[in-house]
């Protein structure tokens, strides 16, 4: 039995994603937020995304992890960290409502904490519950090799040049795409996601939508959500429509989506 750390585990509607294969938007997940982000602790030379909406879970080994102490609720009460494989499976299953499409592995990034990661899939799996990985995290490839067969939902997050990801952003993209080939040859149900912003540009997005049509996979524009404290803005929507038309020029229009924060602006977790 392993144990990792945890940064909140809470029941809500997946608010990310669109009509394309492999999204849960709008369905009934149970989060999972590991600890640790690899982009924001300067693995590709910067200090992480700048529009990013999960700053606490940063930090890879915080001391307490929020628990929701009942479905909905809203209401969450601490835990101490490290947390084992054992306790997080039976906080999912507490939490566990009839509507229940999937498990959520969100974060920070997931694939930080490999060994942990291992255990709490697997154990999620003897116990018959779908599996949703978010991830971004391309030093893992022979980690995600391993486990792509038991994930049955993914989204890879495909950085745009403007949110500051990496000094080699190319090089990102490129094997950011690698992680969708894997999973996608695993039976995976997988779509790529961009979060755009009023920076960000066409020939950039072009690279993205060109690299996700040669692997025919569904490609999600997100809508960065504004943060108040920043210079951070929504694309225009003459932006939105450049940016899916670019997408068309490489993948049918039903693997092409628009995005936002849908629990954001309903104000659910």
Known sequence: ???????????????????????????????????????ALGIHGTNGCIWCDSPLAWSAKPKKCLVEIQAGKQSFEEKNNPVTSKEVLDIVKKLETKDLHSI????????????????????????????????????KLELLKKIANKIDFACVDIK??????????????????????????????IFAKSVITSSSKKENFEIIAKLCGEINIPLVVQLVTPKMDTKISQPSWRQIQEFTEIAAKYLPSDKIGISVQMHKFINIL
Do not use: H
């Not at 945890?6 to 394309?20: C, D, L, N, P, R």
């Not at 040049?161 to 149900?189: P, Y």
């Open 104 to 139: 959520s592995l969100t974060g920070g990034e997931p694939l930080y904490q490999p060994k942990f990661l291992e255990d709490v899939i697997e154990r999620l799996k003897e116990n018959k519950y779908q599996i949703f990985l978010e991830t971004a995290y391309t030093d």
């Open 160 to 189: 745009d040049r403007s949110a500051n990801a990496s000094i080699q952003w190319e090089m990102l993209v490129k094997e950011e795409i690698q992680m969708c080939e894997i999973l996608k040859e695993a039976g995976t149900k």
């Open 1 to 39: 039995m392993l144990e990792g750390y945890i940064q909140e585990i809470f029941s809500s509607f997946q608010g990310e994603g669109a009509a394309v294969e492999g999204s849960c938007y709008g369905l009934r997940q149970i989060f999972l937020r590991f600890a640790g982000c690899p982009i």
